[in-house]
T-cell receptor, first 118, second 115 residues
Framework: DARVTQTPRHKVTEMGQEVTMRCQPILGHNTVFWYRQTMMQGLELLAYFRNRAPLDDSGMPKDRFSAEMPDATLATLKIQPSEPRDSAVYFC????????????????FGAGSRLTVL | GNSVTQMEGPVTLSEEAFLTINCTYTATGYPSLFWYVQYPGEGLQLLLKATKADDKGSNKGFEATYRKETTSFHLEKGSVQVSDSAVYFCALSLISSGSARQLTFGSGTQLTVLP
């Protein structure tokens, strides 16, 4: 089965440190999403890309978070500096979107990166 | 705006019991509707979907019918198993001009099935 691969699976770091999470989307998928999951807020959309171009990152704190897709096989989410309130599970998901009027948007999620900021 | 409201959890059932998890939505157009399932320690997986009114999505014994008149997409299963224990998320997706079709999720409902 094709999978979305996320690394690291777990990360414990201290406040103020830089954190980089990586995602390998499914080959051929042209949309990539970053979600954050916490008990209090549930699933929040942070950013998404289509054909490697960022389309919306309004859900992301701009002062410390950045998301990029240096190539079609890699998406990164970086937090600098990290804060305890960033502790969460971060999910990457990819999908295939073809035009405006076709099909339903089915996403495949990675297993997540669990971040703990002390 | 668009939103999804799910039945609050946690839900605890005995094996072979009937399951209903309620989901209602608010949308400014005609969304596609989804149920995703998250098993412990894993990412979300698509369980079933429906793309237009009166469609019924089904998979692994789960069913949900897209009800436009009540803006609902309730998840049902006639006989749950211990292996169904997971968190279930209702979601909608709308086509927006000039943008990818991102999902809006409900808050999730934790289901525990006891043997």
């Amino acid at each position: 089965d094709a999978r979305v691969t996320q690394t690291p699976r777990h990360k414990v770091t201290e406040m103020g440190q830089e954190v980089t999470m990586r995602c390998q989307p499914i080959l051929g998928h042209n949309t990539v999403f970053w979600y954050r999951q916490t008990m209090m807020q549930g699933l929040e959309l942070l950013a998404y890309f289509r054909n490697r171009a960022p389309l919306d990152d309004s859900g992301m704190p701009k002062d410390r978070f950045s998301a990029e897709m240096p190539d079609a096989t890699l998406a990164t989410l970086k937090i600098q500096p990290s804060e305890p309130r960033d502790s969460a599970v971060y999910f990457c998901a990819s999908g295939l979107t073809q035009g405006q009027g076709s099909g339903a948007n089915v996403l495949t999620f990675g297993a997540g990166s669990r971040l703990t900021v002390l | 705006g668009n939103s999804v409201t799910q039945m609050e959890g946690p839900v605890t059932l005995s094996e072979e019991a009937f399951l209903t998890i309620n989901c209602t939505y608010t949308a400014t157009g005609y969304p596609s509707l989804f149920w995703y399932v998250q098993y412990p320690g894993e990412g979300l997986q698509l369980l079933l979907k429906a793309t237009k009114a009166d469609d019924k999505g089904s998979n692994k014994g789960f069913e949900a019918t897209y009800r436009k008149e009540t803006t609902s997409f309730h998840l049902e299963k006639g006989s749950v198993q211990v292996s169904d224990s997971a968190v279930y998320f209702c979601a909608l997706s709308l086509i927006s001009s000039g943008s990818a079709r991102q999902l809006t999720f409900g808050s999730g409902t934790q289901l525990t099935v006891l043997p």
